[in-house]
């Protein structure tokens, strides 16, 4: 109310809050993102548009936004990819999985007597990401963090590639990665956007039982301590 006259001054407009406006396209962004990493030979815009139930044009503005910070790119068919954006946050996410896996890993080796792993999936094959060996053994295998191997081989790829298909039980293999070599491992499961599994290698037979037990309760370990 204006004091000299008596009459009601309106009240200043506050700005429209944007936050929601803004959330849901951080929503559609993510999602964009998930479309294309699940979809092996790309997205076109239309199709991405149709899953998304956005326009053509709001997919355009979000493949801008995206491919400026290196997340999406398009092919020379047009097709939306992944760009190299996505693997150098991977790559950053690295060492907080392998520290978060480590309690874990750590008492698994000790309880196992053999040397634990925690293997990840980049690049379409598996990656030991982090490996830690038993304190008291007098022979262990040694595996270096960083080694590949494809995920048709080995006790680690082979649970991760069950684990695909559901199953969270222990796999065990004998020499398929390394001559002499057993291997128990079981998928870390639960964990969005990870694929991964945690396991033991050692140079005699493992009682797959036994071994599996602690296989699995570490897995369920690992995946509450990264979730």
Do not use: C, K
């Not at 001054?9 to 951080?26: D, F, N």
């Not at 002499?180 to 870390?188: D, L, Q």
């Amino acid at each position: 109310m204006s004091a000299r006259t008596g009459e009601q001054v309106p009240e200043a407009r506050q700005p429209v809050a944007r936050g929601g406006e803004t959330s849901q396209t951080l929503d559609r962004g993510l999602r964009l993102l998930h479309l294309v990493a699940d979809a092996p030979g790309g997205l076109t815009v239309t199709e991405a548009a149709n899953r998304l139930g956005i326009g053509r044009a709001a997919v355009y503005r979000l493949v801008g936004a995206l491919a400026g910070h290196g997340m999406l790119r398009r092919d020379s068919d047009g097709r939306l990819r992944l760009g190299a954006g996505v693997l150098h946050l991977a790559r950053r996410a690295q060492p907080l999985l392998a520290e978060g896996a480590l309690p874990a890993l750590r008492d698994l080796a000790e309880l196992a007597g053999a040397t634990a792993h925690l293997t990840v999936v980049e690049g379409g094959e598996g990656v030991a990401l982090a490996v830690v060996e038993p304190s008291w053994t007098s022979f262990h295998v040694a595996y270096r963090t960083g080694a590949r191997h494809p995920l048709e081989r080995g006790a680690a790829g082979r649970a991760i590639l069950a684990g695909r298909a559901g199953a969270a039980g222990p796999v065990a293999t004998s020499g398929e990665l390394q001559a002499g070599a057993y291997g128990v491992a079981a998928p870390v499961l639960g964990v969005p956007g990870l694929e991964a599994s945690v396991g033991v290698v050692a140079l005699a037979p493992l009682d797959v039982e036994t071994v599996g037990a602690r296989v699995l309760a570490a897995a369920t370990a690992i995946a509450e301590a990264l979730g």
